[in-house]
């Protein structure tokens, strides 16, 4: 008997370049350059030592997406990517500008 665990931690920059097609959607694509760390660990629940795997790398992601505004604050979002992951999707919150 044993147990896997697996973790994944990506630091970078993103970066945008927005283009509006239609009023309330807000369509863009952009990059992110960074650093991805991948730690597996087994526990194999016995006297015998764990085994932990640790491997990072640089990443680059290419992504596509939309927001659509429900009101002027509150939109729903996804997006395609290539790198870091296929499909995000959420809510987006726009800070008041002041």
Known sequence: YYSYKYSRLIIGARGYVHYAIVEKL???????LGYKSDISKIDYNDNSPDDKFTDGKTTLNIFAGCRYFFNDKIAGMAELGWGV?????GVSYKLPNN
Do not use: A, K
């Open 85 to 89: 992951s296929i499909l995000c999707i």
């Open 26 to 32: 807000d369509t863009y694509g952009g990059i992110l």
